[in-house]
Each structure stands twice: as C-alpha cells, then as structure tokens.
T-cell receptor, first 114, second 110 residues
Framework: SAVISQKPSRDICQRGTSLTIQCQVD?????MFWYRQQPGQSLTLIAT?????????ESGFVIDKFPISRPNLTFSTLTVSNMSPEDSSIYLC???????????FGQGTRLTVV | GEDVEQSLFLSVREGDSSVINCTYT??????LYWYKQEPGAGLQLLTY?????DMKQDQRLTVLLNKKDKHLSLRIADTQTGDSAIYFC??????????FGGGTRLMVKP
C-alpha cells in the first residue's frame, strides 16, 4: 500500500487568510484526490488532482476557493483560500492507481478557522 | 445520485462480535469498502469486496454482501477496545468514484 504524508497535520488560521496543504506519496500513483470531512460528517470529494492540467472539481467546489496543484505523480497541494469558520474541517488526500481497487488516505489535516 | 446509509452508533462488550451495517442505492457498484477512522487520524482501509462476491473473510473481519438487497455488513469477531473508532462504508460506482456513508461510531466497553 502507498504511504501518504500530509502536512500540516493541523492548523488554526485566521479568517481571510489562506492555507496550503501538501500531500506526498512514496510512489508514483495515477490518481490523487482531495476530500473534505466537516465536523461529525462523512467525506465529500472536492476535486481530482490532475497531473499537468487543471483539477476536476465536484459540484459546489470552485478553483478560486480551492486551488489545487499536481506537478508530478507523487505530490499535490490543496489551498483553502480566503478562509471562513465554515471551512473548519478535516481535509484528506487520497490516492489510487489504475487497475487497483484500493483507495488509500493520508492522515488528514485538521483545520480550524477562527 | 448514489446514497450510502449507515446507523450512527453501535456499542458492544469486549470479546463480543460487532456487526456494522450499510445500505446503498447504486446498482452499478463495482467495489464496496470498509474504512476505519480513529480519533484525529485519517481513514485506514480495512477490507473491500468485489460486487460479484457475497463474502470475504480476513482474520477477525468478515464482509457480507447481499447485492439483491444492496446491503453490506462488516462483522468484527472478538471485538477489542482498540476497535473503538468510526467505521465508514463506501461504494465505487461505474464512473469509478467513491461515495461514503455517514459513518458508524463503534464503542467497545471493557
């Protein structure tokens, strides 16, 4: 299974600021995803991070609010922009590979916006 | 759209078996998964089952799938206090995307 490292593991941020979350995988993977888990809730897919092109966003999520980069097959970043308290959530990176059924997750970034 | 439902809470005594249930609506599901989330941690993949199978066993874990009723269950034998966590079921649809249930919080009492 892939080993996924997310940084930071947690942060407390002021409203109106931005935070960039990093996801590093120990091997090349085909697909990388970003999920949000609001307090006490399940996971919601934000976007698919595409290598070398713009991310594919799910309904309700836009690039201006959640810009994503994926410069190579082992690394991606998610930025939460112009934060408000409603953005307080756990953000999780997930990876999958072509032809493999498993989806693996990082340990998550717990974000609190004050 | 797809919907995945789980009961919110389950409490068992240490040493008993736990059964966590999940229902889903998407008849085109290809794989179904069980994940474990401990406090402050990410999701740990426990096991998964191909939609053409009806059972999978892995040590203390048994997954049962009733495709006709769209019902998935996870049985944990000899439940331990370390099994206390939130368990999420998820289904992969024909579009290859995952949909997660709301999670079941398992509490194991000593």
């Amino acid at each position: 299974s892939a080993v996924i490292s997310q940084k930071p593991s947690r942060d407390i941020c002021q409203r109106g600021t931005s935070l960039t979350i990093q996801c590093q995988v120990d091997s090349q993977v085909t697909m990388m995803f970003w999920y949000r888990q609001q307090p006490g809730q399940s996971l919601t897919l934000i976007a698919t991070a595409n290598q070398g092109s713009e991310a594919t966003y799910e309904s309700g999520f836009v690039i201006d609010k959640f810009p994503i980069s994926r410069p190579n097959l082992t690394f991606s970043t998610l930025t939460v922009s112009n934060m408000s308290p409603e953005d307080s959530s756990i953000y999780l990176c997930s990876v999958e590979d072509t032809g493999i059924a498993e989806a693996f997750f990082g340990q998550g970034t717990r974000l609190t916006v004050v | 759209g797809e919907d995945v439902e789980q009961s919110l809470f389950l409490s068992v005594r240490e040493g008993d078996s736990s059964v966590i249930n999940c229902t889903y609506t998407d008849s085109s599901s290809t794989y179904l998964y069980w994940y474990k989330q401990e406090p402050g941690a990410g999701l740990q993949l426990l096991t998964y089952i191909f939609s053409n199978m009806d059972m999978k066993q892995d040590q203390r874990l048994t997954v049962l799938l009733n495709k006709k009723d769209k019902h998935l269950s996870l049985r944990i034998a000899d439940t331990q206090t370390g099994d206390s966590a939130i368990y999420f079921c998820a289904e992969r649809n024909a579009g290859n995307m995952l949909t997660f249930g709301g999670g079941t919080r398992l509490m194991v009492k000593p």
